[in-house]
């Protein structure tokens, strides 16, 4: 089911394994010019043209597009109270390791009388995209609240698709996951016309205003990401997603059960998520064959998750150690890195590149999904080569607050103007020798 590659012969350069490795292809540009218009008709007439924009393409007109407060008590009350527990369970977790994120403001001084400090200020107003399409993530209402909570954002609205088979409110599952951490602002829009609307903000059926917001946070579909690439510079962003991967570096020792399962649980999300195993082990690449032989017909969404093994973002690297199948990983920075290795924590801690890394046999990538701690909104598409996965530093702003007296800034007003000079922007050292005329 899965495509090999063999890499054993030769060590590929970096650049040859970019284009060797398998990676789903999202052109986002592809769809900008369906995008672009309904981002402008949003920017012209607001909720009006979202909820129009909802109407047509979920099949629902909601009354509102904030979802009035009654609603998201009674999903909570009506919360599975298995469901309830383990959301608790993943929010109390997700709060211990974010807390921990927290940054502190730094006074440096720098001379006598001169000093600079790093304020952090979180951002104010902050949206959060909960997608509805082919699975429900109340868990990821967790991931994106949680770190924006903890980072002291003030006001917060999530933003879910309207769902026909709920009276065109979002799934109860999401509303009730909001209610469960004091969200009290929830919008019944999604898609590339949500994300225009939290950008713009608009005016409510019922008069009330729907403000705009400074970031949007969150994963979403081709369309939502379409409309974050075109919106960015209004509103801060946190990424670019694209589907879902999952990359498992593993060796002779490693459970093919243990395997083939994590790679269909990835597979699920969506048929062009990517599932990636990377071996030195011929015997372990033919015994994760047979699992997922087995194991993809007797599980739920099979045609979904046989169309993303067999797909080309999907395949089994062959490498003659795994020292290659490290530069291998690297090299491919997935958004989720299992290491199923002898000595496994050890060959972890040589990772460079991944959005989150899971060690051993005993740490799934489903564990990071729900209940490890850790955050799942992480990078794809090889982003994890140069950016983080959500966190509370996401909703920070470093803020530099400089102090000088005038004795300070005299001692340096010298090299000032030398720098203005060489810059051949003579105001910018009159703007500090002039403090120094003699006026009376």
């Known amino acids: 089911m899965l495509t090999r590659?063999?890499?054993?012969?030769?060590?590929?350069?970096?650049?040859?394994?970019?284009?060797?490795l398998p990676r789903a292809q999202v052109d986002v540009d592809a769809v900008l010019h369906h995008v672009r218009p309904i981002v402008d008709a949003v920017r012209e007439r607001g909720a009006d043209a979202a909820l129009e924009y909802t109407e047509r393409f979920d099949g629902v007109r909601?009354?509102?597009?904030?979802?009035?407060?009654?609603?998201?008590?009674?999903?909570l009350a009506e919360l599975d109270p298995a469901v309830r527990a383990a959301l608790e369970e993943s929010i109390e977790r997700a709060r211990r390791v974010h807390a921990d994120q927290r940054r502190t403001d730094t006074t440096t001084r720098v001379v006598p009388g001169g000093t600079v400090t790093e304020k952090w200020v979180p951002v104010a107003r902050v949206g959060l995209y909960v997608p509805g399409g082919l699975a429900v993530y109340p868990s990821s209402v967790v991931m994106n609240v949680v770190p924006a909570q903890t980072a002291g954002v003030e006001s917060l609205v999530v933003c879910s698709p309207a769902q026909a088979e709920f009276g065109g409110l979002p799934h109860p599952a999401i509303m009730a996951a909001a209610a469960l951490l004091g969200v009290t602002e929830v919008w019944a829009v999604g898609g590339a016309h949500g994300v225009a609307l939290l950008a713009y903000g608009g005016t409510d059926t019922d008069g009330a205003a729907l403000d705009p917001v400074d970031m949007v946070?969150?994963?979403?579909?081709?369309?939502?990401?379409?409309?974050?690439?075109?919106?960015?510079?209004?509103?801060?962003?946190?990424?670019?997603?694209?589907p879902t991967e999952i990359a498992v570096l593993a060796d002779a020792g490693a459970d093919p059960a243990h395997v083939a399962t994590d790679l269909i649980s990835q597979a699920e999300h969506d048929p062009l998520a990517a599932s990636v195993l990377v071996t030195d082990s011929v015997e372990l690449a033919d015994a994760v064959d047979a699992e997922l032989a087995v194991r993809v017909k007797a599980t739920k969404h099979s045609e979904r998750i046989?169309?993303?093994?067999?797909?080309?973002?999907?395949?089994?690297?062959?490498?003659s150690s795994v020292d290659d199948g490290l530069r291998v990983v690297d090299a491919y920075a997935a958004e989720h890195l299992e290491i199923q290795t002898a000595d496994a924590a050890a060959v972890a801690a040589r990772v460079r590149n991944a959005g989150a890394v899971f060690v051993g046999p005993w740490s799934p990538v489903s564990l990071g999904d729900y209940c490890a701690g850790s955050n799942h909104v992480l990078p794809t598409g090889g982003c994890a080569r140069h950016s983080s996965g959500l966190s509370v530093q996401?909703?920070?702003?470093g803020i530099h607050v400089v102090e000088y007296t005038e004795d300070a800034l005299r001692a340096v007003a010298g090299h000032v103007v030398a720098l203005a000079t060489a810059e051949d922007l003579p105001a910018h050292g009159e703007a500090v020798t002039a403090r120094f005329e003699d006026r009376s």
């Open 5 to 20: 590659i063999d890499l054993r012969s030769a060590v590929p350069t970096p650049a040859e394994l970019r284009t060797t």
């Open 62 to 75: 909601p009354a509102a597009v904030r979802v009035p407060a009654a609603e998201l008590d009674r999903a």
């Open 217 to 242: 946070t969150g994963p979403g579909n081709i369309y939502v990401t379409a409309a974050k690439r075109l919106l960015r510079g209004l509103i801060g962003i946190d990424s670019e997603a694209g």
């Open 306 to 319: 046989a169309t993303a093994l067999s797909g080309p973002q999907s395949g089994c690297v062959l490498v």
């Open 394 to 397: 996401t909703f920070l702003r």
